[in-house]
């Protein structure tokens, strides 16, 4: 409720915008008339267009990431419409001038129905809707928080009434206000202009290939902040431990205390997963179709290395009990804004070997269905729908498989149940972390979220820079950059080749995020620990002398110790341009 107030009261501000001008004649016309049966119903339709039109700009917008592969000439021709109205007013008289004139025939007949300002109202507000579009950007955004749903189209209905509110109250105090706000409309022309050809430039660099991630940034990176924003909003009672400046956690290692097996009571029923923009390894599941079913759901994201290490364990439960009547779900709720590419899901899904059933959750609506707070974490479900046990983070993998025997003996499955426990050995990043906690944490390379930051003069957000190497003055948990950077919100991108990035750290393995250059060219690279080649400590992302390639966007493991007792100082040259870097871990 409290989202759409904020729609609400954004939609009523509106008429302070020069956004709203070119609606006002229409509005104005209909002063002389009696607002119950005339200017009511005019404002009705209006709204009601408004919402409809703007849904499927946002629905537009979400196409070009999600059908990446196949809608992306769709929906860039639709918002190239969008941008095409904005810049020439009469494109989008054009385009409402049907309903506009219909509605008018249809009142200057001295028809006595509602229709008549009604079909009025649904015309001016195709004429309102592209040129609102700008003012609209956060509220779209965070439309898009729950894609194409009825609660997306509440969410503009309630900014739409909300403006519809303002023009109500000067529809009833007469026409004066018209001639006020007409003298500011020069100014509003050429801020729509000025934004139609922002929209069009954009639309144009798209399609010409010249940033193939700057569309994804935009719409993606942006959600997620607005996504923190609302989980942070509607838990402001969960425990400050528990919850990380992103609004949810990643889990490394969480020890409960045993539960006994008896004691495994209901926590609540298996949520609808309706919510999933995508299936892979299956067919869209339900709760009703796993009725009968032990059902584990694992919250993961395939960068997290929290989750990964997880991975063999979750993959041995679901080959040794799939004859039993266990299914394992994997839902991938993305942290990044690439991890909502879904071909980026499938081919990450492939190279970690899961043959189970992976959700794509780039909503969030079924991690918030589950009430859930980490990556990862696992949901235990009975066969009869109900949650019996639910638990957060790495280790305690012998409670998790005991809880799997025994919802699977109460469904008559124990003849098929093994009392032994799997012990899967993880390789590479799903290796199992050191037995020494690392003293160096989770550090991301956006300027959104970073933290110690060492290269003189700070950091320069959204711009190119030349960054000096400040590697030998590191103290421990800070890094720099050496070379030409641009850092973003959400990454660091190389502009030049010959970049660095340096980082003093003590754990046994070293973890980066990377992504290629955007038009999808490999980036070569080379790592040095304590200024030589890394030898029997490298990664399984590296070899010897310390040479790897990024070709993918996701987790590089780049240093992997046999211990992790001593601080070292790690380095990173790339020898190609585009490098993206996103966050580091450690284990």
Same mark, same amino acid.
């Given at each position: 409720?409290?989202?759409?107030?904020i729609?609400?009261?954004?939609?009523?501000?509106?008429?302070?915008?020069?956004?709203?001008?070119?609606?006002?004649?229409?509005?104005?016309?209909?002063?002389?008339r009696?607002?119950?049966?005339?200017? #009511?119903?005019? +404002? $009705?339709?209006? !709204?009601? %267009?408004?919402?409809?039109v /703007?849904?499927?700009?946002?629905? *537009? =917008?979400?196409?070009?990431?999600?059908?990446?592969?196949?809608?992306?000439?769709?929906?860039m021709?639709?918002?190239a419409?969008?941008?095409?109205?904005?810049?020439?007013?009469?494109?989008?008289?054009?385009?409402?001038r049907?309903?506009?004139?219909?509605?008018?025939?249809?009142?200057?007949a001295?028809?006595?129905?509602?229709?008549?300002p009604?079909?009025?109202?649904?015309?001016?507000?195709?004429?309102?809707?592209?040129?609102?579009?700008?003012?609209l950007?956060?509220?779209?955004?965070?439309?898009?928080?729950?894609g194409?749903?009825?609660?997306?189209? #509440?969410?503009? +209905? $309630?900014?739409? !009434?909300? %403006?519809?509110?303002?023009? /109500?109250?000067?529809?009833?105090? *007469? =026409?004066?206000?018209?001639s006020?706000?007409?003298?500011?409309?020069?100014?509003?022309?050429?801020?729509?202009?000025?934004?139609?050809?922002?929209?069009?430039?954009?639309?144009?660099?798209?399609?010409?290939?010249?940033?193939?991630g700057?569309?994804?940034?935009?719409?993606?990176?942006?959600?997620?902040t607005?996504?923190?924003?609302?989980v942070?909003?509607?838990?402001?009672?969960?425990?400050?431990?528990?919850?990380?400046?992103?609004?949810?956690?990643r889990?490394?290692?969480?020890?409960?205390?045993?539960v006994?097996?008896?004691?495994?009571r209901?926590?609540?029923?298996?949520p609808?997963?309706?919510?999933?923009?995508?299936?892979?390894?299956?067919?869209?599941?339900?709760?009703e179709a796993?009725?009968?079913?032990?059902?584990?759901?694992?919250?993961?994201?395939?960068?997290?290395?929290?989750?990964?290490?997880?991975?063999?364990?979750?993959?041995?439960?679901?080959?040794?009990?799939?004859?039993?009547?266990?299914?394992?779900?994997?839902?991938?709720?993305?942290?990044?804004?690439?991890?909502?590419?879904?071909?980026?899901?499938?081919?990450?899904?492939?190279?970690?070997?899961?043959?189970?059933?992976?959700?794509?959750?780039?909503?969030?609506?079924?991690?918030?269905?589950?009430?859930?707070?980490?990556?990862?974490?696992?949901?235990?479900?009975?066969?009869?729908?109900?949650?019996?046990?639910?638990?957060?983070?790495?280790?305690?993998?012998?409670?998790?498989?005991?809880v799997?025997?025994?919802?699977?003996?109460?469904?008559?499955?124990?003849?098929?149940?093994?009392?032994?426990?799997?012990?899967p050995?993880?390789?590479?990043?799903?290796a199992?972390?050191?037995?020494?906690?690392?003293?160096?944490?989770?550090?991301?390379?956006?300027?959104?979220?970073?933290?110690?930051?060492?290269?003189?003069?700070?950091?320069?957000?959204?711009?190119?820079?030349?960054y000096?190497?400040?590697?030998?003055?590191?103290?421990?948990?800070?890094?720099?950059?050496?070379?030409?950077?641009?850092?973003?919100?959400?990454r660091?991108?190389?502009?030049?080749?010959?970049?660095?990035?340096?980082?003093?750290?003590?754990?046994?393995?070293?973890h980066?995020?990377?992504?290629?250059?955007?038009?999808?060219?490999?980036?070569?690279?080379?790592?040095?620990?304590?200024?030589?080649?890394?030898l029997?400590d490298?990664?399984?992302?590296?070899?010897?002398?310390g040479?790897?390639?990024?070709?993918?966007?996701?987790?590089?493991?780049?240093?992997?110790?046999?211990?992790?007792?001593?601080?070292?100082?790690f380095?990173?040259?790339?020898?190609?341009a585009?490098?993206?870097?996103?966050?580091?871990?450690?284990?």
């Amino acid at each position: 409720m409290l989202i759409l107030f904020i729609a609400y009261l954004g939609g009523v501000l509106t008429i302070l915008s020069p956004c709203i001008l070119p609606v006002l004649p229409f509005v104005f016309a209909r002063a002389d008339r009696p607002f119950r049966s005339h200017g #009511l119903p005019m +404002l $009705a339709g209006m !709204a009601l %267009a408004f919402a409809v039109v /703007a849904t499927l700009a946002a629905v *537009g =917008g979400g196409w070009i990431v999600t059908l990446n592969e196949y809608g992306r000439y769709a929906a860039m021709g639709l918002l190239a419409l969008f941008g095409a109205t904005l810049l020439f007013p009469r494109v989008a008289e054009r385009l409402s001038r049907p309903l506009v004139a219909m509605g008018l025939r249809m009142s200057g007949a001295g028809q006595a129905s509602a229709f008549s300002p009604l079909w009025l109202g649904v015309g001016t507000g195709l004429l309102w809707a592209p040129c609102a579009g700008p003012i609209l950007g956060l509220i779209l955004t965070g439309a898009a928080l729950n894609g194409a749903s009825v609660g997306t189209s #509440l969410l503009l +209905l $309630a900014y739409a !009434a909300g %403006a519809c509110t303002s023009l /109500a109250m000067a529809l009833l105090s *007469g =026409g004066r206000l018209l001639s006020a706000l007409q003298r500011t409309l020069p100014t509003g022309e050429w801020a729509r202009r000025a934004a139609g050809a922002a929209v069009l430039a954009g639309v144009g660099a798209i399609a010409l290939g010249l940033d193939t991630g700057w569309l994804a940034r935009l719409s993606l990176g942006t959600t997620s902040t607005l996504e923190q924003a609302l989980v942070d909003t509607l838990r402001k009672d969960a425990p400050q431990a528990q919850r990380e400046d992103t609004g949810f956690m990643r889990v490394s290692d969480t020890r409960p205390a045993p539960v006994p097996a008896r004691d495994l009571r209901v926590e609540g029923r298996l949520p609808s997963l309706a919510g999933a923009t995508g299936w892979i390894n299956s067919a869209p599941l339900t709760p009703e179709a796993l009725r009968g079913k032990v059902v584990l759901v694992d919250f993961w994201t395939y960068s997290c290395i929290n989750c990964l290490r997880t991975l063999p364990y979750v993959r041995a439960w679901a080959d040794k009990y799939k004859d039993a009547g266990l299914v394992v779900i994997g839902v991938h709720s993305p942290e990044f804004a690439f991890e909502k590419n879904p071909a980026n899901v499938r081919r990450a899904v492939k190279d970690l070997g899961i043959g189970f059933p992976v959700a794509l959750d780039n909503d969030f609506a079924i991690w918030r269905g589950f009430d859930n707070q980490a990556w990862p974490a696992f949901y235990f479900v009975d066969a009869q729908g109900r949650i019996r046990h639910h638990q957060f983070g790495e280790n305690r993998y012998d409670k998790a498989e005991q809880v799997i025997q025994q919802l699977l003996a109460e469904a008559g499955q124990a003849d098929k149940t093994h009392a032994g426990l799997v012990a899967p050995l993880g390789q590479g990043t799903q290796a199992a972390p050191g037995a020494e906690p690392a003293q160096s944490g989770e550090t991301y390379l956006g300027h959104a979220r970073t933290h110690g930051f060492a290269s003189p003069g700070g950091i320069a957000r959204d711009r190119a820079k030349a960054y000096e190497p400040a590697a030998s003055s590191l103290r421990t948990n800070q890094w720099a950059l050496g070379g030409d950077w641009t850092v973003e919100a959400e990454r660091a991108v190389l502009n030049h080749a010959d970049g660095r990035i340096a980082y003093r750290f003590k754990a046994r393995d070293l973890h980066l995020v990377l992504g290629p250059a955007a038009d999808g060219k490999p980036v070569r690279f080379t790592v040095r620990v304590d200024g030589q080649p890394p030898l029997a400590d490298h990664g399984a992302d590296t070899d010897a002398q310390g040479r790897g390639v990024v070709d993918a966007q996701k987790l590089y493991q780049l240093v992997r110790q046999a211990s992790g007792g001593r601080e070292r100082l790690f380095e990173i040259e790339f020898l190609d341009a585009g490098a993206q870097a996103y966050a580091f871990t450690f284990g």
